[in-house]
């Protein structure tokens, strides 16, 4: 557990606050787009 | 498609910007980015065989699709102030619009689906219902169509690989997030 959780701190650790706020930003945003405009796009993964 | 180049053109853009003007990338703050989430998943849901079949009807569905447009209509206009929101909302609007005033789904015309699809089988589509399982397209008549120069009417050129149908709103909101990813350039302002 303690080798699987290292690395993951690790991966964790390099992204700031300021970086992880700009992926949710981007997420949110291609969420919104998709939803917005194409919502059989996020509604047909998969199929 | 188009939605696709907002995106991934705005993204690109943005960031090469960044890149040549020596910048860092703008703080953006969303206001409630959780009813963008909350829309998306609905979304998946209503739009997916197995709930959708399950334990919905169209006029449910059409019902579901209206009430996740009007949750990205606030998002929209809560975050307005942030470059090129207000344009996303505007064409979030025209599509809300139009979908609205016909049924819950966005028309397309028999022409635009011939086009579109042109090895279709025979009978694989009908006037009156939706654009297969999962599409949010219901097939209409122009004539019969309120608000038709809001529909999906204009197709990509044929080099494109994927046949594809969208609407004057479609092109507004694609634009609005190539301004919004343009935008993460911008001097931060406090």
Known sequence: ?47 | MVLVVGILGGLTAGWIRAKVLKRPLRTIRLRCWGLVLTAFLLQLLIFSTAVRSAFLSEKAIAFLFVATQVVLIFFAWMNRKEPGIWLLGLGLMLNFLVIVVNGGFMPISPETVRVLNQNAPAGSWQIGNRLGKYSKDIVIETSNTHLWFLSDRFILPGWFTAPIAFSIGDVLIALGAFWFFWSIADVETT
């Open chain 1, 1 to 47: 557990m303690k080798s699987l959780s290292s690395p993951l701190t690790t991966l964790i650790t390099k992204f700031d606050s300021q970086t992880i706020r700009l992926i949710v930003v981007i997420v949110t945003l291609v969420m919104f787009v998709i939803s917005a405009g194409a919502p059989q796009a996020g509604g047909g993964i998969g199929h």
